[in-house]
T-cell receptor, first 113, second 111 residues
Framework: EPEVTQTPSHQVTQMGQEVILRCVPI?????FYWYRQILGQKVEFLVS????????KSEIFDDQFSVERPDGSNFTLKIRSTKLEDSAMYFC???????????FGDGTRLSIL | QKEVEQNSGPLSVPEGAIASLNCTYS??????FFWYRQYSGKSPELIMF????GDKEDGRFTAQLNKASQYVSLLIRDSQPSDSATYLC???????????FGTGTSLTVIP
């Protein structure tokens, strides 16, 4: 069964550094999403992406964050100048249509030191 | 702000019993509703989705939606210890561009 894959599974970075989290969505999906989940808290929406542009973003997704689909398969989340509070699990998801079920990757655990 | 409310639990049921999980939401414009299961340290896994009022059954799982009362529920029949997890309610609005998640209900099935 097709799945969303994310790399790396765990990223440890010094505060102030930039990180790039990578995702390969399911191949025939057109809608892509990033979520984060701080330990013990709920899953929070960051951004949705369709047709090579951002469809919607939350208040969390400020200028520190950016997304890109550099080629036909990858979907990346870049966090510039990381902060301690960026430590969380980051999930990528994709769906075939906008309001259809989203399928999640296994996540990247980001630890900021 | 689109609120999705769930009782955090923990909810404990004996093996073989029916587990009932509930979710209420504030935005009447919500169109699509989803139940995800999340094991500790893992990603959300889709269990059910429902778009129309009424019941939808899939194996041991039944989702119930009542848009007038703004609630959606998940019933798990013949609960198994492997069902022990956190269950997340999620919804999307008519744009479908983002999901709003509840905080989840922790379910423990006691052997």
């Amino acid at each position: 069964e097709p799945e969303v894959t994310q790399t790396p599974s765990h990223q440890v970075t010094q505060m102030g550094q930039e990180v790039i989290l990578r995702c390969v969505p399911i191949s025939n999906h057109l809608y892509f999403y990033w979520y984060r989940q701080i330990l013990g808290q709920k899953v929070e929406f960051l951004v949705s992406f369709y047709n090579n542009e951002i469809s919607e973003k939350s208040e969390i997704f400020d200028d520190q964050f950016s997304v890109e689909r550099p080629d036909g398969s990858n979907f990346t989340l870049k966090i510039r100048s990381t902060k301690l509070e960026d430590s969380a699990m980051y999930f990528c998801a994709s769906s075939g249509e906008g309001d259809k079920p989203q399928h999640f990757g296994d996540g990247t655990r980001l630890s900021i030191l | 702000q689109k609120e999705v409310e769930q009782n955090s639990g923990p909810l404990s049921v004996p093996e073989g019993a029916i587990a009932s999980l509930n979710c209420t939401y504030s935005d009447r414009g919500s169109q699509s509703f989803f139940w995800y299961r999340q094991y500790s340290g893992k990603s959300p896994e889709l269990i059910m989705f429902i778009y129309s009022n009424g019941d939808k059954e899939d194996g041991r799982f039944t989702a119930q939606l009542n848009k007038a009362s703004q609630y959606v529920s998940l019933l798990i029949r013949d609960s198994q210890p492997s069902d022990s997890a956190t269950y997340l309610c999620a919804l999307s609005t008519n744009t479908g561009n983002q999901f709003y998640f509840g905080t989840g209900t922790s379910l423990t099935v006691i052997p």
